[in-house]
């Protein structure tokens, strides 16, 4: 297929793009404008940080195009000339971009998210095949707790913060215009995207890369107070959170598998499907896989009940962590029906969210902060 991809300089784009080109699709991927490089320089540092090994030359200005442009702007920022020509020549579009920030003003999420799936659709009716793919998310759910169902979105829940409202409006406008416009949709949502399976490699943006990132600070913070005291033996560092609630990470190679594999598959179109673990792990559960991996003993997650005597470092930490802290009280359960029904025996299983593969997580955010600073 030729296939027109919004977002593939991102964490998912990336792995996306590099699924897209292995299996001979030709794709031209919008990348907006950056200060100091080309876009497809830009592109192409993104691709080789996710795989090394992926021969650049091999796709790029061959089956990789990539075209300069910002899904807020109108006609994606395109002149009419290419506008057209890159919706013309395109089976699909692969609508992935979005600000993922949890904590912007809502009119940067009108802009990105709510305005440039607007201008998706408009995209999409120009297409050959009149076709969207939809990146939304597992979070339109909002503060549900129940069974939430592919199919299911309803506006009218409460959502934890305005990224979650925007990504639910941006999938709502998607399916009216499957319903009123004659645009062929496909609904994807994704939990909480983690690092690769193998190398455990994710984007350093990411969210859990920057919660991960943080307890090194903070560990390091306490480990040299421990080093610098004689009578200080105590290295205990608590986080608030229901150790009882699910969490649903995905590896981002697997999203990108399935995403791959279901835009070839007819009877996907018009559905929507949970693109989520189905065997969640408990918070309680990453908490000591966390421990471990970090080689903190004193590191533990707790009910609210102990709020009170919190230490100034972990209070601080709290505060700055408040922004993902509203995901660690409740989640749903996300029903995947359509997706097994649709895809059937093609459909493997994720690998689980194990010891190993938070170590992997963990040593990856390790490296990182140590070739920023020295720890312990
Ligand atoms: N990460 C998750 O856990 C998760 C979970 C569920 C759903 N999702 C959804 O999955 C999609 C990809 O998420 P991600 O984690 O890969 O996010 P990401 O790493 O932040 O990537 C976002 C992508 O969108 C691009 N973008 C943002 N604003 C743009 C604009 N105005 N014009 C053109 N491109 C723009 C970014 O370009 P730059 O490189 O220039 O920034 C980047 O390529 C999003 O739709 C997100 O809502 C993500």
Redesign the pocket.
């Known amino acids: 297929m030729n296939i027109f991809l919004?977002?593939?300089?991102?964490?998912?784009?990336t792995a996306l793009l590099r699924d897209l080109l292995l299996k001979g699709h030709s794709v031209t991927a919008?990348?907006?404008p950056?200060h100091g490089t080309t876009v497809r320089h830009y592109l192409g540092c993104r691709l080789s940080e996710y795989d090394p090994e992926l021969p650049l030359n091999k796709y790029l200005d061959k089956t990789l195009h990539v075209a300069n442009?910002?899904?807020?702007h109108k006609n994606f920022g395109l002149n009419a000339k290419e506008y057209l020509h890159y919706a013309n020549s395109a089976d699909i579009l692969i609508h992935?971009?979005?600000?993922?920030v949890l904590d912007t003003d809502w009119k940067v999420y009108e802009q990105?998210n709510i305005g440039?799936t607007r201008e998706a659709i408009k995209f999409a009716s120009h297409t050959r095949q009149k076709s969207i793919v939809q990146?939304s998310?597992?979070y339109v759910a909002g503060d549900r707790t129940d069974t939430v169902y592919e199919d299911q979105l309803d506006l009218a829940v409460g959502f934890r913060n305005n990224y979650e409202r925007s990504?639910a409006i941006s999938e709502s406008d998607v399916r009216n215009a499957g319903a009123t416009e004659g645009i062929r949709f496909m609904i994807l949502r994704?939990?909480?995207?983690i690092g690769d399976t193998q190398s455990g490699r994710m984007?350093e943006?990411?969210h859990l890369f920057n919660f991960i990132l943080r307890l090194f600070w903070a560990r390091q913070m306490i480990y040299k107070r421990l080093n610098a005291s004689r009578t200080q033996h105590d290295d205990r560092f608590r986080i608030l959170g229901n150790v009882d609630v699910t969490k649903n990470f995905i590896p981002v190679d697997y999203v990108a598998h399935l995403i791959s594999i279901l835009i070839e598959t007819k009877g996907a179109w018009g559905k929507s499907f949970h693109l989520t673990h189905p065997h969640p792990i408990r918070l309680g559960t990453l908490g000591t896989y966390i421990q471990r991996a970090m080689d903190w003993p004193g590191f533990t997650l707790c009910p609210m009940e102990t709020t009170k005597d919190l230490s100034p470092l972990e209070r601080r930490f709290f505060r700055t962590i408040k922004i993902y802290e509203q995901y660690f009280w409740d989640e749903p359960t996300f029903d995947q029906s359509q997706l097994k029904a649709v895809l059937g025996k093609r459909l493997t299983n994720p690998s689980p969210i194990s010891q190993e593969a938070v170590n992997r997580l963990v040593r990856f955010v390790l490296e990182k902060f140590q070739s920023r600073k020295n720890i312990r």
């Not at 919004?6 to 784009?13: E, R």
């Not at 442009?69 to 807020?72: I, T």
């Not at 992935?96 to 993922?100: D, E, Q, S």
Request: glycine share 14%.
């Open positions: 919004t977002g593939a300089s991102g964490f998912l784009g919008l990348v907006r950056r442009g910002d899904v807020s992935n971009a979005a600000t993922t990105i440039g990146t998310s597992a990504k994704p939990s909480i995207i984007s943006d990411h």
